[in-house]
């Protein structure tokens, strides 16, 4: 990825076929989401046989924990080491580990299921600093959908394959699968040679300061500090949802597994479509802000009015709504990060950014277990629904107002011949 921003993002209205390396990415790293969503409907079925039910609740912890504990760290690894010998590396101790956990007893489930999601937090920031080095600025969001689209399709094709493995074949096949999609994944930045050299390679260090050097930029970039604002407080009211939603369906819908997952392929289907029409939604609306907020903006309606249904084609119609908005807000949440940030930083930016919504995704699903306790699914939904509309009502300002800020700097750098990065990321 160049050091510096483009003079002018996001002006072109049309973008130029997207490279054969970039297809490459999608496909391997949605075969890998594939493998992810298979294993972890086996180890989530082997931890309620073999650990009862807060078994499924350690195991989601402990894919989450990681994430937040070692994000700066991961990030700053990122940062300082070539991409491709690093994914390789990582990708290969991840398929080692899921051959471990389709043989280990039980109580070694936890634990690997840690050591799992530790390289988890360096591959994740690592692919999303590699793919901005392999298109051009106006073929970001195009790159970004088709990314999102293979993901919406592992999503759709796992809970379905998973159930079917597990139900023929027990807990090891799914886990072998997952294995072998993360090999498929390692191979490819050594077939294609596939890399990015970091900015800061050359500097070494892994001090401390350097390490929450992403934290700082997330705390003082307009952008990226409104941006993660609005999705942290997302991810806490929406991720109580995730938690209820099942029993809202089963109770309040009366659907049982089969209607389920048809409101899953729903939501999944929606979300595709947004993902793969990312490139012209971003010719058209050349700001990726306002999209972002108009898809929050949908989510919370669509949220709101699937905790009110009593039918489930209502909730199927619904859903598809949610899922195209939400591949909107990701999509745009995506880019706008992306591009408020130089390449020397941008491992240590995402890192910081997922080890935030990981915490969120963590305090959620406690939230959501205890309210279950006490309250109703459907009140739940739609209280989650108008929190997260306050939400959005609070930070969708700061976010309209960073941006416009953004593209102001934007046309002045280009005024005055220098690049955007270095005027509105602070050092």
Known sequence: MKDMLRNMP???????????????VAIGRGVSFLGDEVALLAMAFRAKAELGHFGVAAILIAGAVPLLVFAPFAGLLVDRVRTKPLLVVVTLSQAGLCVALAWSPGFLLVPLIALLACGTVVSSPAWQALVPSLVSESQLPSALGMLQSFAACAGLAGPFLGGFLVATYGFH????VDAASFVALAAIPLVLRLDRVPAGAAEGGFSMSEAFAGVRVVLRHP???????????????LGVINVVEIYFITT????????????????????????????????????????????????????????????LWQAATLLVVVGAANAIVSVNASVMITTSCTDDIRGRVFSAIQGTISAAQVLALLAGGLLLLV??????????????????????????RAGATTAEAATTAVDEGRGLSNEVLPA
């Open 10 to 24: 996001f002006t072109s209205t049309r973008t130029s076929p997207l490279p054969r390396t970039v297809r490459a």
């Open 173 to 176: 096949v799914p886990l072998l």
């Open 223 to 237: 952008v990226i500090r409104s941006l993660l604002a609005l999705l942290t407080l997302f991810v806490l009211a």
């Open 252 to 311: 309040a819908l009366h659907a049982g597994p089969r209607g389920y997952g048809l409101l899953g392929v729903c939501f999944g289907s929606g979300m595709l479509v947004t993902a793969s029409l990312s490139g012209r939604i971003a010719a058209r609306f050349p700001r990726p802000e306002r999209p972002f907020v108009v898809g929050c903006t949908v989510l919370c309606l669509g949220i709101g009015a699937f905790g009110l249904t009593t039918q």
């Open 375 to 400: 309250v109703a699914p459907r009140p739940i939904i739609v209280v989650g629904a108008l929190i997260s509309a306050a939400t959005l009502c609070a930070t969708i300002v700061p976010v309209l």
